[in-house]
């Protein structure tokens, strides 16, 4: 074997395969660091357990929890997040598509739209309740509320950015309007829509806590809510941390999904990882 031939690199399916898992665990190095610092701690006395209680507790709290009601407050944010999302994204998607290819459109929306995103989120709930309850659809729109502006944003940033020299030579080869979204505008623009979406979707969960703090028998926020009241840190920090895995779990997926839709992509992917 020459001493070019050893030189050679290793294929790129190869040498990914070898990294992939090491830059797995790397992810945990963080969160395992502050879980053990925040033991030591807590069990040292630094920090009162009656305000910050050790992690161990918190897992004994979640044992617990998992054992009664949690599953049933789990389902019932998971549905009102899914729900709310798939709405908001939705509808962001129809009017990023209309503002993104109509400056007409863009000049009658886009003000009213600036405006109503410039709102707290805690600001929409007093008059989500007067107008529409305390039932299931105020906390849903709310949700809806805080999916739509990030994918809206989003959308029409990803299709006035696409290169106009493409969208001329679409044009210049006689593609039809049908044609022309969808071989050049929707694969240039996919990359800034997954943004958006993966924005809204952790819009979402934050919007879910304000819509669950308020009128809400079940839900995560509920639970946050209940711990404040019974001054159980401990099932506050429990809370958090469900949702902190729901928000991860539910953004791994869209991200392997946005991996999948554009995996025909050759960008770069950083540098310093271990090959």
């Not at 050759?266 to 090959?275: K, L, P, R």
Request: charged share 15%.
């Amino acid at each position: 074997m020459t001493s070019e031939s050893q030189a050679l690199p290793l294929p790129a399916p190869v040498a990914s395969q070898r990294s992939a898992w090491p830059r797995r665990f790397k992810g945990l190095v963080l969160p395992v660091l502050i879980l053990l610092i925040l033991e030591v701690v807590v069990r040292v006395g630094w920090l009162p357990s009656y305000q910050m209680p050790a992690p161990s507790e918190i897992a004994v709290t979640l044992t617990d929890l998992a054992e009664g009601a949690l599953w049933k407050h789990i389902s019932a944010s998971l549905a009102r997040v899914l729900l709310g999302f798939a709405i908001g994204a939705s509808l962001a998607l129809v009017f990023a598509a209309w503002v993104g290819l109509s400056r007409e459109a863009e000049a009658y929306l886009e003000p009213t739209f600036a405006g109503l995103r410039s709102i707290p989120s805690l600001a929409w709930v007093p008059l989500l309740l007067l107008w529409l309850g305390i039932d299931e659809t105020s906390k849903i729109v709310l949700i809806a509320i805080g999916a739509f502006f990030p994918v809206y944003l989003n959308g029409v940033a990803a299709i006035r950015d696409i290169d106009r020299k493409l969208v001329e030579v679409g044009q210049m080869y006689g593609f039809s309007r049908r044609r022309l979204v969808r071989r050049i505008l929707l694969p240039a623009a996919l990359p800034g829509l997954f943004t958006g979406l993966r924005s809204g979707l952790s819009l979402a969960w934050m919007f879910l806590v304000a819509a669950e703090l308020i009128a809400a028998t079940k839900g995560l926020g509920y639970l946050l809510s209940d711990g404040r009241e019974t001054s159980r840190p401990d099932i506050v920090l429990a809370a958090i941390v469900v949702l902190a895995l729901l928000g991860k779990v539910s953004d791994g997926l869209l991200a392997a999904l946005e991996k999948r839709c554009l995996a025909w992509r050759d960008t770069f992917n950083g540098q310093g990882a271990e090959q």
